[in-house]
């Protein structure tokens, strides 16, 4: 039973660059939310992604953009990087229910902005 | 809004030494769950426990157990007989419904640093 697996593992941008990441969900889920952890702290939620549609949104601004394809997987579009961008970046997958689904959480991508 | 604090930054404990690592959450939510999840050095956050807020058991899982205090707003972890391999930052956090569908959100706390010495 596959987990939730994302690529890149790492990456290294440079400012102003953009970044696509991108997410296949645990078998059985459907529905993918996306984290950010910067260094020493804890993740924060960025957006939700359920029907292809997104649920919501964290604080975060517009240059994250994201997308869900019919399959389940997800992509996470960062434009414009900054410096502050560089994080590890966590991808989740859930079942949509009722009553709260826990989270399963892929190993993450590494992103560097230099 | 709601909030998670682990006041531990580190810790660092000898094997086979017990060891609690504390959290303590903020909500207005009547129900809502809470969760641990634990993160090797490999970056992935594995799941340890959820707990729905109407249920004040505590639960022990082999060396793991857990102390949910609602009057206090704590849900404490307590690791027996600490190994090497417990080495990893310990997350806890708080689900928040989200207002358009779709599974809950989590909210989590800075975490803390678990280092188990031989």
């Known amino acids: 039973d596959a987990g939730v697996t994302q690529s890149p593992t790492h990456l290294i941008k440079t400012r102003g660059q953009q970044v696509t990441l991108r997410c296949s969900p645990k078998?059985?889920?459907?529905?993918v939310s996306w984290y950010q952890q910067a260094l020493g702290q804890g993740p924060q939620f960025i957006f939700q992604y359920y029907e292809e549609e997104e649920r919501q949104r964290g604080n975060f601004p517009d240059r994250f953009s994201g997308h869900q394809f019919p399959n389940y997987s997800s992509e996470l579009n960062v434009n414009a990087l900054l410096l502050g961008d560089s994080a590890l970046y966590l991808c989740a997958s859930s079942l949509i229910h009722g009553a709260s689904s826990p989270l399963h959480f892929g190993n993450g991508t590494r992103l560097t902005v230099t | 809004a709601q909030k998670v604090t682990q006041a531990q930054t580190e810790i660092s404990v000898v094997e086979k030494e017990d060891v609690t690592l504390d959290c303590v959450y903020e909500t207005r939510d009547t129900t809502y769950y809470l969760f641990w999840y634990k993160q090797p050095p490999s970056g992935e956050l594995v799941f340890l426990i959820r707990?729905?807020?109407?249920?004040?058991q505590n639960e022990i899982s082999g060396r793991y157990s857990w102390n949910f205090q609602k009057s206090t707003s704590s849900f404490n972890f307590t690791i027996t007989a600490s190994q090497v391999v417990d080495s990893a930052v310990y997350f806890c956090a708080l689900s928040e419904p989200l207002t358009q569908g779709g599974s809950e959100k989590l909210v989590f706390g800075k975490g803390t640093k678990l280092t188990v010495n031989p």
């Open positions: 078998s059985g889920h459907d529905t």
């Open positions: 707990r729905n807020s109407f249920d004040e």
